[in-house]
């Protein structure tokens, strides 16, 4: 696990955008019980997490279409929060930084770090924002 100090700038990050903190698997539960859609954010303190995902992510949340709730869990930070997560992504090979989008507290579109490392921010934006016009649009419009 990381020392505090030494992660909570990169959480403020995300956190200064109004991006919840799920720091417990309780938090991860409750979040996802409010229905509706819900992006976590898996963050993490590597270079693509810096450079790439947390600045495509508050990029992604300027568009007119968005999630109805937005938390983060810090790998290395939040053990068991991520742990959480990562339990309810079992399809998906654990991968820290990473972006899942769920309907009803069901998973349906994940970002891996794999295409978070291949991409620049605007890409990873751009990505975030059809997948919210895809499963995100419905909520927002009702």
């Given at each position: 696990?990381?020392?505090?100090?030494?992660?909570?700038?990169?959480?403020?990050?995300?956190?200064?955008?109004?991006?919840?903190e799920t720091r417990s698997a309780a938090d991860v539960d409750g979040?996802?019980?409010?229905?509706?859609?819900?992006?976590?954010?898996?963050?993490?303190?590597?270079?693509?997490?810096?450079?790439?995902a947390r600045p495509g992510?508050?990029?992604?949340l300027q568009h007119s279409v968005k999630p109805d709730h937005v938390a983060t869990v810090f790998a290395g930070g939040d053990v068991e929060a991520t742990a959480r997560v990562r339990e309810i992504l079992s399809d998906y090979p654990p991968s820290s930084p990473s972006v899942a989008l769920f309907q009803d507290g069901k998973p349906v579109y994940f970002m891996p770090r794999m295409a978070?490392?291949?991409s620049d921010a605007l890409t990873i934006?751009?990505?975030l924002k059809r997948a919210?016009?895809?499963?995100?649009?419905?909520?927002?419009?009702a």
């Open positions: 696990m990381y020392p505090e100090y030494f992660i909570a700038p990169m959480r403020e990050e995300l956190s200064r955008y109004g991006i919840e979040l996802l019980a409010k229905g509706g859609t819900a992006m976590i954010v898996v963050n993490s303190v590597c270079g693509c997490a810096a450079g790439k992510i508050v990029q992604s978070i490392e291949s934006s751009e990505n919210y016009e895809q499963y995100c649009g419905q909520s927002q419009q």
